[in-house]
């Protein structure tokens, strides 16, 4: 295992479908039935026996995570997570988007993943603010990988560059402040 959970973290522009990764996550709904944005697109790719498969799940709460296979899809697992709808910050939005990173970690972990592909939850038709969302994603993680050794790669799959370099910065800053503070 590298010792630096940082060292664990990659941050790639692209389309998390095409994924080659043991599991990536889904900005789920509570369903699970789909949806639109990425919950479409994964649904879409993975084909209907995904729909047929979460179907049988019951749906799944807010903050909280549900495996399923991922079908058609080059990864063999799909990890739903549910984020938080944002309304002001005060309703428990970070809280429950804290516990999506960390339940999903722990699926991926328990199902033996050695590596994941998140989406950054929430941030688009959920209206979570997307540098609030982003330093949520990476603490969570690195807090995480510091006490776990699966997975031991995390990717963000961001839409976009300019998603890909916010995460990016949010990840240089948060390694600078955890580094120790001896060096001149
Ligand atoms: P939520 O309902 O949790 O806000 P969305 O799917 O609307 O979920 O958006 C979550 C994030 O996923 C957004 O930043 C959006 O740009 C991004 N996104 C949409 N499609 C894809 C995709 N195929 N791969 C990676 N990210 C995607």
């Given at each position: 295992?590298?010792?630096n959970?940082f060292?664990?973290?990659?941050?790639?522009d692209?389309?998390?479908?095409?994924e080659?990764?043991?599991?990536?996550?889904?900005?789920?709904?509570?369903?699970?039935?789909?949806?639109?944005?990425?919950?479409?697109?994964?649904?879409?790719?993975?084909?209907?026996?995904?729909?047929?498969?979460?179907?049988?799940l019951?749906?799944?709460?807010?903050?909280?995570?549900?495996?399923?296979?991922?079908?058609?899809?080059?990864?063999?697992?799909?990890?739903?997570?549910?984020?938080?709808v944002?309304r002001?910050?005060?309703?428990?939005?970070?809280e429950?988007?804290v516990?999506?990173y960390?339940?999903?970690?722990?699926?991926?972990?328990?199902h033996g993943?050695a590596?994941?592909?998140?989406?950054a939850i929430?941030?688009?038709?959920?209206?979570?603010?997307?540098?609030e969302?982003?330093?949520?994603?990476?603490?969570?993680?690195?807090?995480?990988?510091?006490?776990?050794?699966?997975?031991?790669?995390?990717r963000?799959?961001?839409f976009?560059?300019r998603?890909?370099?916010?995460?990016?910065?949010?990840?240089g800053?948060?390694?600078?402040?955890?580094?120790?503070?001896?060096?001149?």
């Open positions: 295992m590298k010792k959970p060292d664990r973290v990659e941050i790639a692209g389309d998390i479908t095409r080659r990764v043991a599991a990536i996550v889904n900005a789920a709904k509570r369903t699970l039935l789909g949806g639109g944005g990425v919950d479409g697109a994964i649904h879409r790719a993975a084909g209907p026996e995904l729909r047929r498969f979460c179907e049988t019951d749906g799944c709460e807010t903050g909280d995570a549900k495996i399923t296979p991922g079908f058609l899809l080059p990864a063999p697992f799909v990890i739903h997570t549910v984020g938080p944002y002001d910050g005060r309703h428990g939005e970070p429950a988007l516990s999506c960390r339940r999903s970690l722990e699926l991926a972990a328990e993943c590596s994941i592909a998140f989406p929430s941030t688009g038709a959920y209206g979570y603010p997307f540098d969302a982003s330093r949520i994603a990476i603490r969570t993680t690195i807090r995480f990988l510091q006490a776990h050794p699966l997975p031991k790669t995390v963000f799959v961001l976009g560059e998603d890909a370099a916010a995460f990016r910065k949010v990840l800053n948060i390694r600078s402040e955890d580094a120790p503070q001896s060096e001149p």
